[in-house]
């Protein structure tokens, strides 16, 4: 079976799409296979827009800093507004344990180039106005870092990617695959057979199944986190303020002012829940309001517009899987971003760009040896997941 297209990308989320922009850019014919109506409908949709380079592992570090290059110039570029705005992250710190914690991971931050410093508590006083400077230690703080827009970001790279000749195919949903000895020859859909010389599984969420079709045990769990967003205020703080502290219900939480001066925010449950239910409850905005109020009791007469709840398709060691597979040399897998594909997307989506278009780079070899599928997933979990 002749290939139709020199790559073929299943999913057309935050990872897909903007690898279909980076492997069009490459001039390579692309068609990219979705079961949902439009571009970004999946989880993309459910993202907050944090944007961080801050990990403490080294492959998401790279990948995050391609990401923060291009969202940081794409209106330069091209023009389009993606609500890209630099107000860094900053995480406060509220005990000696957790301060010694930060203080560790900050030193092999820097190691990679990071720019980001522990401030102190005054200093996190004139970041966030207002701020309970109650038992405030102080806190890292990464000026470089910021948020965009996650469907705007994502139209923006879909249009781009049919400008150079991409195919976006909504409303086919892959079914199977036909294969011949050691490679994938093509995709089966419910409208017909797509053939390509190279695909990408990038379908989030659903990767597992879809990977069981192979006969691939694919690492991917999902679970589901919930947001809202509030009305437009006048600006109170640039950050976005991630607090770790774990209460009765919830972890962390973090939240952030928009570039429309929406106030968006998201917690991490305790327990987890796990599944595929992204139907929102009414126990969430409750005990992230209290929490949020409790930080920065500014918030507290900020009418909330809406919540919503989404899913983090997570690996057991909290780092992606960026991979080849051993028994089809044509397949590559781009899954298991931990609620971080949107930060994750373009930059991987470049560095696929340069491994099935030519021109790998030394560092992408080493990222993609620590996120092979055939990685050691008991390693541990990565700090800032």
Not at 90 to 105: A, M, Q, V, W
Not at 202 to 227: C, M, Q, T, W, Y
């Amino acid at each position: 079976m002749k290939p139709a297209y020199d790559v073929l990308v299943i999913g057309a989320g935050s990872v897909g799409v903007p690898a279909a922009w980076a492997l069009a850019a490459r001039g390579l014919k692309v068609c990219v296979l979705d079961g949902a109506a439009g571009p970004g409908q999946g989880q993309n949709k459910a993202a907050i827009g944090g944007i961080r380079a801050t990990h403490s592992d080294a492959a998401k570090i790279w990948l995050c800093q391609e990401s923060l290059d291009i969202f940081r110039s794409w209106t330069e570029k091209s023009g389009d507004q993606i609500g890209w705005r630099q107000g860094g992250y900053c995480f406060p710190c509220f005990s000696e344990k957790t301060e010694e914690h930060f203080r560790k991971l900050l030193a092999i931050q820097k190691t990679f180039g990071l720019g980001i410093d522990w401030i102190d508590a005054a200093a996190i006083g004139e970041l966030v106005p207002g701020i309970n400077r109650r038992r405030l230690r102080g806190g890292t703080f990464s000026p470089g870092d910021g948020s965009a827009s996650p469907m705007m970001s994502c139209t923006a790279f879909y249009r781009h990617a049919r400008r150079m000749g991409a195919e976006f195919r909504f409303g086919e949903r892959v079914t199977g695959f036909v294969r011949a000895p050691g490679r994938i020859v093509a995709v089966r859909t419910d409208r017909g057979v797509v053939a390509a010389g190279e695909i990408i599984l990038a379908n989030g969420a659903g990767a597992r199944d879809l990977g069981a079709e192979l006969g691939l045990d694919i690492p991917v769990f999902s679970d589901s986190h919930e947001g809202g967003i509030t009305e437009p205020v006048q600006r109170l703080f640039e950050p976005m303020l991630v607090d770790i502290r774990a209460v009765p219900g919830s972890k962390n939480y973090y939240f952030y002012q928009n570039d429309e001066g929406q106030i968006i925010f998201c917690i991490s449950p305790d327990p987890l829940v796990v599944g595929k239910d992204t139907r929102a409850t009414s126990s969430f905005l409750p005990l992230v309001a209290r929490r949020m109020c409790s930080l920065l009791p500014r918030l507290a007469g900020i009418r909330v517009r809406r919540t919503w709840r989404g899913l983090y398709p997570m690996t057991p060691d909290g780092s992606p899987v960026v991979s080849a597979v051993r028994d089809f040399s044509n397949l590559k897998i781009a899954v298991g971003m931990c609620g971080q594909g949107f930060m994750l997307g373009p930059g991987t989506g470049m560095l696929l760009s340069r491994w099935i278009a030519g021109g790998q780079t030394e560092r992408d070899r080493t990222i993609l040896e620590k996120l092979t599928l055939y990685g050691d997933f008991s390693k541990g979990v990565e700090e800032l997941k």
